[in-house]
């Protein structure tokens, strides 16, 4: 009898949030209630308690019953926006060129490019073969990998410098964890092989037989760098470095070099370099680590450009490649006072460089010898103007620059994509592509720059797009968004998707708050450990600024955050929920604890949000904990999303803290989490049609939330 009522309760744990929901008679959907079974730990003095932890069991079924009831009830309680959800769909996939692909790259006399077909999830990688007007080969269909759970992914993709091998990185899961396939694109011998177990990062030797490759950036540490030869069995991979930071992999513009870059979330920063025709070498040093030093190597001639990014300032040293004397490296870009230097290349006798100056990006050209430079111009101020240096990793363009030309790449809030082409002999900047948004008019849209006042009267920068005229009057909704970590820079973008937003009347706003790097690297750490709640107060300012200036009002006003940008959204909601109408936390970062509980490191890892097995750090992070300072009191209209394979965040921060938020909530605004089980990962749907609904029900949240009615 016994065994019977224990299965009898089981039976009761799992089918509960799964039966209680669906049985509404007729009235308002029920939400899931997720079980207590509290856990405590006790750290510097003060006792944890976790009443979810069950939930961080990724295949129990019953963890996995609750989440697909919420599902079912988050889907229950919009379904009135079936249709708006429909309409928005139609909108974004209106705004698609599929006859648009991205510019092709020539690689001797064949051009290579990638584009979507009609009515598919993934991309194609093609080939035309001795001109553009020559018929298409499609070389990787991604939706030919597609099926069940199965949402591929492209990395990245490389030609060996034999054009005889293609090697392209895929990732099927969400996880992040990729595969790289080998190709033989011509003649006999191997047709395919594939290296399971890879980060997304690789690239061929000179000799077109040996690759090196890096495994998951987010998977067991330490960290790999491995070396593959063609033909051989995955096993025999050489282990050439170990690490407990993260890896990426890349080569220089010219080719000669392969270079290895260490980074890391306590400011972990190192340059390595190969010889690509010396594949059986060892990856030497150019510059070794230094705490909160970043560095971004160029190559040009015998010379290394190695940017410096500290504290001080930024600015660019040049070394003679191979040589560890630092009395034959010189300065030849100074570090000027207020200005980072976020990106750079090397064309001639200049230095392009990308600025930002009191958080605008420009463009300037250095010239080496006169030590003058010049702007570049852009026709917007508030735009995100960038070098490419690459053409297979960052963006391709019709034909190879000659000597004296780079190529730059623009966009705004208002402005698709571009890519231009500047010869530096005849400062002359040439348009050569720009992205076809159908059915889009740029003039109708404008976006500015507007300071909030922190409560140390710093300013703080915030972006504005929306559709004209904008009249502050407080009747606009208004959407901000934040980040504020790691010293990432949210920079003005254009999202054909967000005219949608837009076009309803809505706002959006982004919130540059100390923590990110707008205005560099003290900018960033401002905000870094004990000094974290800096940017949760920096973006409760920024709110209250745009309330006051009536550029929205109460009732009207969302907010929402991805990743790391889930801490100020939902900490904002625990600290001021009266000045929110709607949040949406996309994949949040809600814990600042692991779950196992020991004072164990935290998510964002020493040094970005401090250590919580120091006491003062310690009582820092729990002061805004989101998890630990949910308390009884109305909240927001609140949207939390989650990936079940996101290898990040994972998805059980945000379920615990939807489970503990329902729990304490007092008032009656939707509560919604919603989980992908499709393989999407922590950046959300993999697939474009996916992504696409997966937005249009988001933007349906907000429009509800904010009772927007045209």
């Known amino acids: 009898m016994s065994d019977f009522r224990h299965l009898a309760v089981r039976l009761a744990r799992v089918l509960w949030p799964i039966v209680v929901p669906a049985i509404s008679f007729g009235q308002a959907p029920v939400p899931p209630i997720a079980r207590q079974a509290p856990t405590s730990i006790r750290v510097h003095g003060k006792t944890l308690v976790d009443p979810y932890s069950w939930l961080e069991r990724a295949q129990d079924p019953e963890a996995i019953a609750y989440l697909e009831a919420e599902n079912r009830y988050a889907s229950a309680v919009i379904g009135n926006t079936q249709g708006l959800q429909e309409e928005l769909y139609r909108e974004m996939r209106s705004r698609v060129d599929e006859a648009d692909p991205q510019p092709p790259l020539r690689i001797g006399n064949d051009w290579y490019y990638l584009r979507s077909a009609p009515d598919s999830q993934f991309l194609l990688l093609c080939r035309r073969r001795g001109g553009l007007k020559a018929s298409e080969e499609v070389l990787v269909d991604l939706n030919q990998m597609a099926g069940g759970r199965k949402k591929p992914n492209l990395g990245v993709w490389r030609l060996s410098p034999n054009r005889r091998y293609l090697a392209y990185s895929v990732d099927t899961d969400g996880s992040e964890a990729f595969t790289i396939y080998v190709r033989a694109l011509q003649g006999n011998g191997i047709q395919e092989e594939r290296i399971s177990g890879a980060g997304r990062w690789f690239e061929w030797a000179a000799d077109s037989q040996t690759l090196f490759y890096t495994t998951p950036a987010y998977g067991n540490p330490p960290l790999k760098l491995k070396r593959h030869r063609v033909g051989a069995p995955e096993v025999a991979d050489d282990v050439l470095h170990s690490d407990s930071a993260r890896l990426g992999l890349t080569r220089t513009a010219s080719g000669e070099f392969l270079l ?20 059986l070498g060892s990856f030497q040093i150019i510059e070794p680590r230094r705490p909160d030093v970043q560095y971004q190597v160029a190559q040009q001639g015998r010379f290394f450009y190695i940017l410096v990014n500290e504290t001080a300032g930024s600015h660019i040293l040049r070394a003679p490649i191979g040589t560890q004397d630092r009395s034959a490296w010189e300065e030849v870009v100074p570090a000027q006072p207020g200005r980072d230097v976020w990106a750079f290349d090397v064309v001639g006798d200049e230095i392009i460089l990308a600025i930002r100056l009191d958080g605008l990006a420009r463009m300037k050209a250095y010239h080496v010898r006169a030590r003058t430079e010049r702007d570049i111009p852009f026709p917007e101020p508030l735009g995100s103007p960038g070098v490419v240096s690459n053409l297979e990793r960052e963006f391709p363009t019709w034909r190879n620059p000659g000597a004296n030309a780079v190529r730059l790449v623009f966009e705004s809030f208002v402005s698709p994509r571009s890519l231009s082409e500047y010869d530096w002999k005849r400062r002359a900047l040439r ?6 948004v159908p059915g889009y008019q740029p003039e109708l849209y404008e976006s500015r720059r507007v300071f909030a006042t922190a409560s140390d009267g710093t300013r703080i920068p915030i972006s504005l797009v929306y559709k004209k005229p904008l009249v502050q009057d407080g009747q606009r909704p208004l959407l901000l968004y934040v980040y504020g970590s790691g010293g990432f820079s949210v920079t003005p973008s254009f999202e054909a998707e967000r005219v949608s937003l837009l076009d309803r009347g809505i706002v959006y706003a982004v919130a540059h708050v100390r923590g990110g790097g707008e205005l560099g690297k003290a900018w960033h750490e401002a905000a870094m450990g004990r000094n974290k709640v800096i940017t949760l107060s920096d973006f409760i300012a920024s709110a209250e ?3 006051a200036e009536r550029y929205t009002s109460h009732g009207r006003l969302a907010i929402t955050g991805h990743s790391a940008g889930g801490i100020p959204v939902t900490a904002a909601a625990n600290m001021r929920p009266e000045l929110f109408q709607a949040v949406i936390a996309k994949a949040p970062v809600t814990e600042l604890f692991y779950p196992s509980g020991t004072p164990g490191r935290l998510r964002g890892g020493p040094g970005e949000l401090g250590d919580s097995n120091e006491k003062a750090d310690f009582d820092a992070m729990y002061a805004y904990s989101p998890y630990d300072n949910i308390r009884a009191q109305a909240y927001p209209h609140m949207l939390i999303t989650a990936s079940r ?13 939807v489970a503990k938020l329902r729990a304490a909530n007092t008032g009656s605004h939707m509560l919604l989490l919603k989980t992908d089980f499709e393989g999407g990962g922590h950046m959300g749907a993999a697939g474009r049609l996916d992504h696409w609904r997966e937005t249009a029900f988001e933007y349906a949240f907000i429009i509800e939330a904010l009772k927007i009615t045209r």
Do not use: C, M
């Open 431 to 436: 348009l050569l592509w720009q992205a076809h």
């Open 545 to 547: 600024y745009l309330l």
């Open 260 to 279: 290895l870059f260490i980074y890391g979330n306590a400011g972990i920063s190192e340059v390595r370099f190969l010889p690509a025709n010396r594949p």
């Open 645 to 657: 394979t996101d290898p990040r965040t994972g998805y059980a921060p945000a379920a615990k803290f």
